[in-house]
């Protein structure tokens, strides 16, 4: 059977739960850290080709607002004023990025949260798109880095922080499995109207059984300068695979810089010293001047520091990391490392890490890595 047919029917077998899962997940406790949840989970609609031909004025190029590795997105506007996002996977696509698409359908139709992207539907006629909610700001990553526009301002940033650490701890303990996103980034990060951070963009998520330690992947996925050491090293997924890239979205946010930069350093080894010799003014985004708030910039580079750390075990869970967030009285002893840690994270010093990658690209296995841009 074609594979396209094949999906149909599966598609079938997904919109039905669909209706079970807004039953269940109204009447759940979502988390205990997190903020209050807002209306209900919008219902899942089925949109016709049509509709989103006319809604986007056929796909038109003046509605394209973002490109990622596998799809477009538009902005619509459906007949009622109804602003929407429309995500159309590539034409020219493979079967793996058909694969990640559907994978999509299927995570982000099962989760609802304030700090998550919102499903509101699907097509599958004359291809495959996914409608979400139309962000009104784009993504964390284009406010953040453009420069035509005055900095982001602290309490912005601190806000997306905060929202982004409640996201991510309902992905992995508040709804219904754990989900592992494994592509936590400033461009997956979606902005609302008052800068509420969405975590979007569920391609490479991963369903982990509670029974699972972790999960081993191949090949590895995600984007250069936030995958974990030991995903990038063995494709070892589980929770803190996401810790660390949330840890470098901390400091991204923090420092205004990007992941890796044009001399191809990685923010992480950039940041290491500096965090290491707690000189937070150099961490700190030039662009903000004075304008930032001391108390809260050493609490989000505290928390950035223990993410990033290289060993995962040393890395807080997302609860701890909504606890070190906000209790400027914690005890940082705590989360001292033994001296036999301390070594390893210096001999995996992430420089080392950095030249094996560059390197790697023509010569090692390492050259599986699909890196998506957006
Ligand atoms: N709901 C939305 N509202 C506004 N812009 C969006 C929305 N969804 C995606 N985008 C824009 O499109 C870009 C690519 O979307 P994404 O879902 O990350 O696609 P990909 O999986 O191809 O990376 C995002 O970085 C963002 O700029
Ligand atoms: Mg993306």
Known sequence: MPLFLLRRSSFKRLFSSFKEVNNTLDDEKIS???VKESSQRPTFKCFTYEEILEATGGFNSDNLVGRGGYAEVYRGVMKDGQVLAVKRLNKATNERKEREFLTELGTIGHVHHPNVSSLLGCCIDNGFYLIFEFSLHGSVASVLHDEDSPAMSWKIRYKIALGTARGLHYLHKGCQRRII???????????TADFEPQISDF???????????????????????Y??????????????TDVFAFGVF????ISGRKPVDLSHQSLVSWAKPILIGNELEKLIDPRLGEDYDMAQLKLLAFTASLCVRTSATWRPTMSEVLEVMVDSEMDKEKWK?????????EFWGFEDLECECDSSFSTSPLNSILTSSS
């Open 227 to 240: 995958l974990a050491p030991e995903y990038f090293m063995h494709g070892i997924v589980d929770e803190k």
């Open 337 to 345: 490392m033994p001296e036999e840690a301390e070594d390893e994270e």
């Open 181 to 191: 996103h494994r592509d936590i980034k400033a461009s997956n990060i979606l902005l």
């Open 32 to 34: 205990k850290t997190t």
């Open 250 to 253: 901390l400091l991204e946010i």
């Open 203 to 225: 391609g490479l998520a991963k369903w982990l059984p509670t029974q699972w330690s972790h999960h081993s992947i191949h090949p590895i996925e995600g984007t250069l300068g």
